[in-house]
């Protein structure tokens, strides 16, 4: 059974996921560090700090599989470097806590477009971001590149209420995806014992991957 650290265990993605950790037989422990505490939550242990890097610092018990499901957007971070700091450093400190901690496999949730060389801010910081993950050289690492994300958040973004009916019209890749599916095809990926090294998954293999794994 496999020991688990999750970040982004309070947005759209990670919220899934961390339930369908927590009801998965295969979990022993999941270790999901956020910035507020988990409401209603219980078995999972949750260092929390408004600083987020000092709440993964708790987390010290072995780790075999991580998760990192962090993501905001320009406007809602409110400046580029809160951004970065958000959708960059946050996500490679965790990477860096599973690795000392004994990680093997490392999933992440990027973006439909990531490029170290776009010329758009988003793409380009989420693209730095992969290819800073591929340099640690992980045994398993894992990029889900989903398009626009739907389910129902806290706070809603403006984008998502404004075109998610239209990338749901979108062919392949273009095409919305549930948050479900997306944390349904990372958990199936975890618990699979294939693909060694780098593995990119497009929004289209997210979505069949799910549809295979059924709902965990």
Known sequence: MSQVLITGATGLVGGHLLRMLLNSPSVKSVAAPTRRPLADISGVFNPHDPQLTDALAQVVDPIDIVFC??????????????????????????????????????????????????PFFYNRVKGEMEEALIAQQWPRLTIARPSMLIGEREKKRAGETLFAPLFNLLPGNLKSIEARDVASALLAEALSPTHEGVQILSSSQLRERAARSGDY
């Open 69 to 118: 499901c962090l993501g905001t957007t320009r406007r809602e971070a409110g400046s580029k470097e809160a951004f970065v700091h958000a959708d960059y450093t946050l996500v490679i400190d965790t990477a860096l806590v599973g690795k000392k901690l004994g990680a093997q496999h490392m999933l992440v949730v990027s973006a439909m477009g990531a490029n170290a060389h776009s």
